[in-house]
């Protein structure tokens, strides 16, 4: 069973930065494609970020140019930096792995989850 526990998350000021990291664990995810997704307060959860085997990376319209995903297999640990931060990012960011080696937006593709952490922005 792989679990995955994120950390990084906080509150920060417009225009500021965060690096979130995700650490895997119960198995070697290198050739499983991983992903960040995000919650906002009474919006359903979407796609933020995803990365694969191979690290090649897909963004969602929102965050690109802003965020970069990269994945570390020696460590197994997935990170999203997180750069220009808007009010508008504010939201409980979940890292996700998926049994697969390619990038997908969907995230009932997506077999495990990490608790989330919270990020917010301020104004």
């Known amino acids: 069973q792989v679990q995955l526990v994120e950390s990084g998350g906080g509150l920060v000021q417009a225009g500021g930065s965060l690096r979130l990291s995700c650490a895997a664990s119960?198995?070697?995810?290198?050739?499983?494609?991983m992903g960040w997704f995000r919650q906002a307060p009474g919006k359903e959860r979407e796609f933020v970020a995803g990365i694969s085997w191979s690290s090649s990376t897909y963004y969602a319209d929102s965050v690109k140019g802003r965020f970069t995903i990269s994945r570390d297999n020696g460590k197994s640990t997935v990170y999203l930096q997180m750069n220009s931060l808007k009010p508008e990012d504010t939201a409980v960011y979940y890292c996700?792995?998926?049994?697969?080696?390619?990038?997908?937006?969907?995230?009932?593709?997506?077999?495990?989850w990490g608790q989330g952490t919270q990020v917010t922005v301020s104004s």
């Open positions: 996700a792995a998926r049994e697969g080696s390619i990038i997908y937006r969907l995230q009932g593709l997506y077999s495990y």
């Open positions: 119960g198995r070697t995810l290198g050739g499983n494609a």
